[in-house]
């Protein structure tokens, strides 16, 4: 069985593209980033995440 995603996949673009990796996964999908990109991409949800929770405090 097949893991839903949890970010949206205009979300995993648009953090691809700020961080500079995007090219990367238009040629390759998201198999071809590095695991250091994928790491990159989960702390910057995280912390965009935390940024909304603190807004709506």
């Known amino acids: ?12 673009e ?3 593209k700020d961080l500079g990796f995007y090219d990367v996964v238009q040629r390759e ?5 590095r ?12 912390e965009m995440a935390s940024r909304q929770a603190e807004e709506k405090k």
């Not at 999908?29 to 980033?33: A, L, N, S, V």
């Not at 695991?35 to 995280?46: E, F, H, L, W, Y």
């Open 35 to 46: 695991s250091r990109d994928a790491g990159n991409m989960v702390k910057r949800a995280i």
């Open 14 to 16: 648009e953090i691809a």
């Open 1 to 12: 069985m097949a893991r839903k995603g949890v970010m949206s996949d205009q979300l995993k």
């Open 29 to 33: 999908g998201w198999g071809g980033i």
